[in-house]
């Protein structure tokens, strides 16, 4: 899956440096998607996720397996598990300093 991973990141790569693949949004539209609250359009899009997208129709198809695979594996850890290990670590601090305040700033991914 490691192999798989980064041969089909490079292969990105060397689309967008050769010209044939653009990213789907610009800086402004994530910052018009966040301000209006929207982010499930950009963030768990396919499209156009910061999570590594792996998944692509001319994939054979025991590469796709793998594909949604590793992109399972990545939403699950670089989204859901650190959303459960932030707010565990915020929901700690408030019941352990309960008389003081706390500023917390989360990022839209």
């Known amino acids: 899956q490691v192999v798989f991973a980064l041969n089909q990141t490079l292969l990105q790569q060397e689309s967008l440096r050769a010209g044939s693949f653009q990213i789907p949004y610009t800086t402004e539209d994530l910052i018009k998607h966040y301000n209006c609250g929207d982010l499930s359009t950009i963030i768990f899009n396919h499209d156009t996720s910061q999570v590594p997208n792996f998944i692509n129709a001319t994939l054979p198809a025991h590469e ?6 590793i992109d399972s594996y990545f939403r699950q850890e670089l989204i859901y598990k650190r959303n459960e290990r932030m707010g565990r670590r915020v929901k700690d601090l408030l019941e ?3 008389d003081k305040s706390f ?7």
């Open 64 to 69: 796709r397996i793998t594909a949604q695979e």
């Open 96 to 98: 352990e300093y309960p």
């Open 103 to 109: 500023f917390f700033a989360f990022g839209a991914g």
